[in-house]
């Protein structure tokens, strides 16, 4: 699908306005791009590179065992020796603050796919000094539509795969979007955030113009009467198409457009 619908100022504007807060937010010190690895834990203590203490895992949850000398902020607090985090809920995540020198690093711990991980964030991470930027297409609003939501009796849990072999992702999914681009099409949808949903999906554009595995998008909660808006044109990469330290989802199989979607952000450079 080609579109040459010219957007009005104010359209333009406010899409302006979101697109460069959510680069910002992308870029931050301590955003996805100042990943430095993604460590899985296991019940084998180990000591990495680029984070402090020796780390390990069991059904009681992460541990790390800081040595002398070394110490990690926990919800500001200064922690030194045993730090137990706790069972961690499944796609939950916690950070701790490690002063490196100069350089505030934040170690993301988090459980994703029934495994405990950690994900140290330094700013200084080549993947976010050298970042560009993301391209995107040219705002249109032909790619606003109108779009009904049908739900589910009950909610429904949904498996997904992910960009890592092997791994699978659960969300619920309380129903589906319809909506008309250029013939009817549907969207299963999860539950984003607060009242919002939350769509994964891949269309023609996906290898080609941008990123292959999937697409990402928030949708506004549904009004009394079911109706809502799917603005294509706020479509966003996830963290896995700029790092391969991430564990994304990918979108579930009825997700799959046969048309294409040229709005919203496209494959980075």
């Known amino acids: 699908m080609t579109t ?70 926990v919800d500001g607090v200064r922690v030194t020796g045993t730090h137990r985090f706790g069972p961690l809920p499944e796609r939950s995540s916690t950070s701790v603050v490690w002063r490196d020198g100069d350089e505030t690093v934040v170690v993301e711990v988090a459980r994703r796919g029934g495994s405990d991980v950690i994900r140290p964030r330094r700013p200084s991470n080549g993947t976010r000094v050298s970042y560009p930027g993301t ?20 909610p429904r849990s949904v498996t997904v795969g992910s960009v890592v072999d092997g ?7 309380p129903g589906v979007l319809t909506f008309d681009l250029d013939g009817p099409r549907s969207l299963l949808a999860f539950n ?21 595995a999937n697409r990402s998008l928030d ?10 808006t799917i603005d294509f044109n706020r ?4 963290p896995c198409a700029y790092t391969v330290h991430a564990t994304c989802p990918l979108p579930p199989a009825e997700n799959r457009l046969d048309v294409a979607v040229e709005a919203g952000e496209r494959l980075p450079v």
Do not use: C, K, M
């Not at 791994?167 to 999914?173: I, S």
């Not at 984003?192 to 292959?212: E, N, Q």
């Not at 949708?219 to 809502?228: C, H």
């Open 4 to 73: 040459t619908t010219p957007a009005a100022p104010d359209f333009q504007a406010a899409w302006s306005a979101w697109h460069d807060a959510h680069e910002r937010a992308r870029a931050s010190e301590h955003g996805f791009l100042a990943i430095t690895s993604i460590r899985w834990l296991t019940s084998t203590p180990e000591r990495f590179d680029d984070a402090p203490g020796t780390w390990s895992t069991s059904d009681d949850g992460p541990v790390v065992v800081l040595a002398e000398g070394e110490s990690i902020e």
């Open 235 to 238: 479509a966003t990469n996830l």
């Open 219 to 228: 949708v506004a909660a549904p009004d009394a009467s079911s109706a809502t």
């Open 135 to 154: 391209p995107s297409y040219e705002p249109d609003p032909a790619f606003v539509v109108d779009a009904h939501f049908e739900p589910f009796e009950t």
């Open 167 to 173: 791994l699978q992702h659960v969300y619920e999914a």
């Open 192 to 212: 984003g955030h607060g009242d919002g949903l939350h769509v994964l999906f891949t269309d023609r554009t996906s290898g080609v113009t941008t990123y292959a």
